[in-house]
């Protein structure tokens, strides 16, 4: 049994494989490097899709092994964004302000460029100062720390007071979606510091680089993005394949019995969520550069359900079901919701995709929960041959300890 | 010798009705004891009172030479000073393989910083299949535990509580459900068990008490009623008007 990490995940290595093909394959389709097939707004939607696919990957992590259905994880995710974009506008701002002052007869002092740029940045709020939580804005590798420290240290927060009072369940699941909602709301207000409903925008542009075209910036940031998406899976497969992966999925089975066993419970709930807070800030932090811009709405509660959504209809627990989810249904989605797909003329109405795409996806959600939990990834089964045991009639109680019912009168 | 857990004046109510009354009870290093007693006599709360799943309004419990008190400790932290506990259902995670059960429970560092760099060591293995012979589940270390049969899961559960080499050892009602055979071998293994470590066996069974030949301890409405040998028990008259309802 003492094989080795690859031979015991054989996943990992073709998730790799796939991974790099497909990044070759589009490198090659693209503007920049090859065939000019596939457009720069194109790949910009697959390069966020790889993110999608790595933050499904945390929420896989809680909620398919772990067992906590978190309804606040895309809050991390835009944290992370907002992170990297308060120094990715600054940066572009600064060099838009050094130019123009560069006119002037008198070189203008560091004081009279930092004025410039916090009026160019809030003047659309109405302020003209740096609020404090932009102190750090002007570093880059100081607001990557943030990125990574400040939704960390929400969810290890937050984490610690829901985990430590016992939260679990569907109160922990209200606990994450309130966190988010409140987290917009506070967003949405001017004086938050971060620009109110406006968002931050303007975050395609590199600062330094404005040499290089969209077209190679995207590519790169595809680049990026399936390196992140290939360490992500590769880091949570050796986190599940261990004894950790047997104790998280024995909490989200049995959590008393674990406590019985000598295990924190807490203490092992508040590292998967801090962790998967942080990939998530991570997945963020590459997605919205390419978005080009971020605002509050992103933290939208219906952001987190999606989430759980694409999680479920891909296959909770298991990795890849994950990373098939969200690639999914997220460019289903984004096909059918772009209004590409045509309508259907009913005659006494006409069914417009835009429109209904919602209500096909939560159906989706509905008949994949009762028919076929164990989601898309559930296909991988059948053509390997693995199949639970049948053991006949349903189950007598609740628990999935509980006899079944044959099992019973045997 | 000096007891390993005592408990004394423990009360416990739940919305007024006294699940626990004035309940005192101690127990060597190496004793194997059974507790019987009607429904509602107290005896699984008396376990949760142990296990620090129910806290005590009054009384004190200590564990150990150093007589540390359990009433301040969680589940968990109860669970690392040596006290395993088997329900009277078995628990055992059954979507996981007999061999992922038992490394889960072996005896190692619980943090989750350990056990996430913790990799299988040749003693490990050793160790899990040494308990999985003792418990007769060698053959059926990689199935899943929801494959195995009901008195299988009560062993692989018993082999579990043996992983994790507790000092105190609470047991509720190991052979409900077990076919006559199945019952010898768990008596046999309770008994083997009791050499090395306080056994602490809840029945509703007198047969089953009887094979296991210890002393026992009858409770009544939370407290104990009577203590000696089961024929010294069943021969008092309290023990006796309880059992038939005369009381």
Request: neutral net charge; aromatic residues 10%; proline residues 3%.
């Amino acid at each position: 049994m003492s094989r080795s990490f690859l031979a015991k995940n054989p996943s990992v290595l073709t998730f790799l494989l796939v991974l790099a093909i497909f990044t070759l394959t589009v490198t090659i389709l693209s503007d920049a490097y090859g065939l000019a097939f596939v457009s720069t707004s194109f790949i910009k939607t697959l390069g966020k899709t790889l993110c999608l696919c790595l933050v499904a990957l945390a929420m896989d992590l809680i909620w398919g092994y772990a067992g906590i259905l978190s309804l606040g994880h895309m809050a991390f995710f835009a944290l992370g964004g907002y992170g990297l974009g308060m120094w990715l506008m600054y940066a572009r701002t600064e060099e838009i302000v050094v130019a123009a002052l560069a006119q002037d007869v008198i070189p203008a002092t560091a004081e009279e460029i930092r004025q410039g740029i916090a009026t160019q940045i809030f003047g659309v709020v109405g302020a003209s100062e740096f609020p404090a939580i932009w102190v750090f804005a002007h570093s880059f590798w100081l607001q990557i720390a943030l990125v990574v420290l400040v939704p960390g240290g929400l969810a290890a927060v937050f984490g610690w007071l829901a985990f430590r009072s016992r939260v679990t369940g569907v109160y922990l699941s209200i606990l994450t979606q309130a966190m988010t909602l409140a987290l917009a709301l506070y967003l949405f207000q001017n004086d938050s510091g971060l620009r109110g409903n406006n968002g931050l925008s303007g975050l395609q542009n590199l600062p330094g680089l404005d040499g290089v075209s969209q077209d190679r910036l995207s590519v790169w940031f595809l680049w990026g993005s399936a390196l992140a998406l290939g360490l992500g899976y590769v880091l949570l497969a050796w986190v599940v394949s261990g004894k950790f992966g047997s104790v998280i999925r024995a909490i989200r089975d049995d959590e008393q019995r674990v406590r019985f066993l000598g295990y924190s419970v807490e203490g092992y709930k508040l590292f998967v969520f801090t962790l998967t807070a942080v990939i998530a800030a991570i997945a963020g932090a590459l997605y919205y550069p390419q978005a080009g811009i971020i605002n509050p709405a992103e933290l939208a509660p219906i952001a987190s359900i999606y989430l759980a959504v694409w999680v479920a209809i891909g296959g909770r627990g298991r990795l890849y079901g994950a990373v098939i989810g969200a690639a999914f249904v997220s460019i289903v989605s984004s096909w059918f919701t772009g209004g590409r797909v045509p309508d259907v003329p009913l005659g006494f109405y006409t069914i417009s995709w835009v429109d209904w795409w919602s209500v096909v996806l939560g159906l989706c959600f509905v008949l994949v929960t009762l028919f076929a939990p164990k989601g898309i990834g559930g296909l991988f089964d059948l053509v390997a041959g693995v199949r639970t045991p049948d053991r006949k009639g349903a189950a007598l109680g609740p628990d999935d300890g509980a006899l079944m019912e044959r099992e019973a009168q045997e | 010798m000096s007891a390993l857990l005592e408990v004394s004046g423990v009360s416990v109510s739940f919305d007024g009705f006294r699940a626990i009354n004035n309940l005192s009870f101690t127990i060597g290093p190496a004793e194997l004891r059974a507790i019987i007693g009607p429904n509602g006599a107290g005896k699984t709360t008396f376990m949760d009172i142990v296990t620090g799943k129910t806290r005590p309004d009054a009384g004190t419990v200590s564990f150990g030479e150093k007589s540390v008190s359990l009433l301040s400790l969680t589940e968990a932290e109860i669970a690392r000073a040596g006290v395993g506990r088997k329900f009277q259902r078995p628990t055992v995670f059954e979507d996981q393989t007999v061999h992922e059960n038992l490394i889960m429970a072996l005896k190692a560092h619980r943090s989750p910083w350990r056990v996430l760099v913790w990799r299988e060591a040749a003693a490990d293995r050793d160790k899990v299949a040494a308990l999985a012979e003792e418990v007769g589940l060698l053959d059926a270390l990689p199935r899943k535990a929801g494959e195995l049969s009901h008195g299988q899961k009560q062993w692989l559960e018993i082999g579990m509580l043996l992983a994790q080499e507790p000092r105190l050892l609470l047991v509720d009602e190991p052979a409900a459900g077990m076919t006559l055979a199945e019952r010898e071998h768990t008596t046999r293994l309770l008994v083997d068990m009791a050499r090395t470590r306080a056994v602490v066996v809840v029945e509703h069974d007198m047969d089953f008490v009887r094979r296991l030949n210890c002393k026992v301890t009858v409770l009544h409405e939370g407290a104990v009623l009577a203590e000696g040998s089961l024929d010294h028990v069943t021969k008092n008259s309290d023990v006796i008007d309880v059992y038939l309802g005369r009381g």
